[in-house]
């Protein structure tokens, strides 16, 4: 079967500049989560999406981030303007829905985009 | 929120036991989740406790312990293969808070 699908796997822009980063998830998956991982901050929760609704974006740095996911089966992550702080890799994740009584199913993450801003 | 404790890093040598903790402080806590990350590569789910006591998957074991907000995970018969950094992370509805991992260096 295969995985969490992400694109491109690498990705170096110059300041500035718009940068768009996608997500397939697993199918049959209804949820849907972006991480960021650096050395300086670890790996962080940036929007989480349930049945394609977002859920949670308070992990969203600021404005210049956005996301989407218009259908099951696709997911953006866009940063525009892009800064070189911006620079890190972005990992896409998807899991079933929360457990009955609460808690999640194990996560699945993609290969994830290693983001340099020039 | 949440916010996870983990060492940051433990060397040991093949065939020997390690053993991981994480202590959290969190609202809304469901259960305690470890993911494994090698270098360069994705996080991938080893385990998940949302009751206290120990769960065994073959050479790893996870514990969780709520009235202490403690849990650890346990890798026996170390092999090369398991140096990698590891995660615990707190569950709230649906969402993971990641601990700032350990790494775990094996020698031979």
């Known amino acids: 079967d295969a995985g969490v699908i992400q694109s491109p796997r690498h990705e170096v822009t110059e300041m500035g500049q718009e940068v768009t980063l996608r997500c397939k998830p697993i199918?049959?998956?209804?949820?849907l989560f972006w991480y960021r991982q650096t050395m300086m901050r670890g790996l962080e929760l940036l929007i989480y999406f349930n049945n394609n609704v977002p859920i949670d974006d308070s992990g969203m740095p600021e404005d210049r981030f956005s996301a989407k996911m218009p259908n099951a089966s696709f997911s953006t992550l866009k940063i525009q303007p892009s800064e070189p702080r911006d620079s890190a890799v972005y990992f896409c994740?998807?899991?079933?829905?929360?457990?009955?009584?609460?808690?999640?199913?194990?996560?699945?993450f993609g290969d994830g985009t290693r983001l340099s801003i020039l | 929120g949440q916010s996870l404790e983990q060492p940051s890093e433990v060397t040991a040598v093949e065939g020997a036991i390690v053993q991981i903790n994480c202590t959290y402080q969190t609202s809304g806590f469901y259960g305690l989740s470890w993911y494994q990350q090698h270098d360069g590569g994705a996080p991938t789910f080893l385990s998940y406790?949302?009751?206290?006591g120990l769960e065994e998957t073959g050479r790893f074991s996870s514990f969780l312990s709520r009235s202490d907000s403690y849990g650890y995970l346990l890798l026996q018969e170390l092999q090369m293969k398991d140096s990698a950094s590891y995660f615990c992370?707190?569950?709230?509805?649906?969402?993971?808070?990641f601990g700032g991992g350990t790494r775990v260096l094996v020698k031979p």
């Open positions: 406790n949302a009751l206290d």
């Open positions: 199918s049959g998956h209804n949820s």
């Open positions: 992370a707190g569950t709230a509805g649906n969402k993971l808070t």
């Open positions: 994740a998807s899991s079933l829905g929360p457990r009955q009584g609460g808690g999640n199913q194990p996560q699945h």
